[in-house]
């Protein structure tokens, strides 16, 4: 990236804030008054009525800018020793912190955490009053098979919704992936099937209060839904520093989503703020750049105010399994600081260097799961990535530091990922590859991988 482009990059992202850092938040972000003030805190010294809110311009609904996803929520071992169940009272524990600390949007699907998600969504909520959150989930018909697309399959997704999340009414419901499988899968999910429809109509009814998407995939899609006679409440797009100008695969770049979404007034709900936790794990070198500017932030500090800066995103998603993540982040919106042009200046530097490194584009999102052959995908993504991350992917032999860089790869590689998951039982049968948002080629992916630790096994040259 160079100088001149760089400078470009900026001035778009100053000019979506509006007239920039210089505009209080109230004014700039349509805050509520409390939101700004220094106001009470728990014992832990967390503000409890600090939280920067949005408000939505169909509805008036007054939303935290920090949203709550849940596609992650914390797992424990089943009592009987029978695989992995859903740790509710961890959940429970996050939900009250979250709630306690003015977090008021909540994101699943029924496609969560194996189908699991909502169920354990709907535990959580139903100990609090009703007008105390938003809940979100999805139409997530995505296989494509009759018994999943159908019309009558897809209304059954939709009343399970309901009856996991033990509520009678969806605040916000979104088409899930819309793009993924381009027009001929949307035409086939949402309209030859009526449930766009019937999702009107619900709307109607009351019982969807919100209707809106979500997007991965052919652009084509979503510039089809914004061009049709509906008024959409929201919608749902991958938006993160590097994915603003610069993004992968299938996803398109967020400077142009969210500006289609400015222009047809669409409330935007922002994902992967984090690129799957890739901007939380900066190298050494980045986090320098970043801490010549704020020495106190964390890097996914950083990736969070500049997902929330822009004044017409309703609320930024973080898929929070840890107690220590939700607590930052709630700092982090409490209320919001708003990047300014010197520090859009340093995450340009980021961006070229992040640009320049080996990573893998995998936000672990968990599409391609479960593979049919049992690997782990995600997982061995994550540990290559750390590595990169880190700096500490060997490229030869004779690195500096050979002998533990190599010893800590691969003791971490086996903790990390049993070893019938790892990628050298990858058969490359293709069947990830139509799953996968970030279009990353993951066949030839764990083989790269899988030939670096053998590599490393075999103490060989490189």
Not at 23 to 28: E, F, H, N
Request: charged content about 25%; proline content about 4%.
């Amino acid at each position: 990236m160079n100088t001149k482009n760089k400078d470009i990059n900026r001035r778009r992202f100053l000019k979506v804030l509006g007239t920039g850092a210089a505009v209080s938040g109230a004014a700039l972000y349509g805050c509520d008054s409390n939101s700004l003030r220094s106001a009470g805190k728990n014992g832990s010294g967390q503000p409890t009525s600090e939280m920067t809110y949005r408000y939505n311009p169909h509805t008036g609904d007054k939303v935290s800018l920090l949203g709550y996803g849940c596609m992650r929520w914390p797992l424990r071992q089943r009592t009987d020793g029978n695989g992995e169940e859903i740790d509710q009272d961890a959940v429970n524990d996050l939900v009250d912190y979250a709630i306690a600390h003015g977090v008021n949007y909540f994101d699943t699907s029924p496609v969560y955490v194996r189908g699991w998600s909502e169920k354990a969504t709907g535990i959580a909520l139903k100990r609090h009053p009703r007008e105390k959150f938003f809940i979100a989930t999805k139409m997530s018909n995505f296989a494509d098979t009759p018994d999943v697309r159908g019309r009558e399959p897809s209304i059954a997704l939709y009343h399970n919704s309901l009856k996991d999340l033990q509520v009678d009414y969806i605040d916000y419901y979104l088409l899930h992936g819309i793009g993924m499988g381009g027009m001929e899968a949307f035409q086939s999910r949402f309209i030859d099937n009526g449930i766009l429809e019937l999702l009107l109509s619900e709307r109607k009814a009351g019982r969807i209060r919100n209707p809106g998407f979500s997007y991965h995939g052919d652009i084509a899609v979503f510039d089809h839904l914004l061009s049709l006679d509906i008024q959409w409440d929201f919608a749902q797009i991958q938006l993160n520093y590097i994915d603003w100008e610069n993004a992968t695969g299938r996803e398109t770049n967020a400077v142009y989503l969210y500006g289609e979404l400015v222009k047809h007034n669409v409330p935007a709900v922002i994902m992967e703020p984090l690129l799957g936790g890739r901007l939380a794990r900066l190298n050494q070198h980045a986090l320098t750049i970043l801490r010549a500017e704020r020495p106190e932030d964390s890097a996914a500090t950083w990736a969070f105010r500049y997902a929330g800066s822009p004044e017409h995103i309703l609320t930024v998603l973080s898929g929070m399994v840890y107690m220590e993540h939700l607590q930052e982040n709630v700092r982090t919106y409490s209320p919001l600081v708003p990047v300014n042009e010197k520090e859009l200046e340093a995450l340009g530097e980021v961006t070229e260097l992040m640009l320049r490194s080996d990573y893998i584009p995998c936000t672990e999102c968990q599409y391609c799961m479960p593979c049919e052959y049992g690997l782990d995908i995600p997982a061995v993504f994550a540990r290559y990535n750390r590595c990169v991350s880190a700096g500490s992917v060997l490229k030869s032999s004779q690195d500096e530091n050979y002998r533990k860089a190599r010893r800590e790869f691969l003791v971490g590689y086996d903790r990390s990922v049993p070893k019938l998951r790892q990628a050298d039982h990858c058969i490359g049968c293709d069947l990830c590859l139509s799953k996968c948002p970030q279009r990353i080629e993951i066949p030839k992916e764990m083989q790269r991988i899988n030939r670096y630790v053998e590599l490393l096994k075999q103490e060989l040259t490189f």
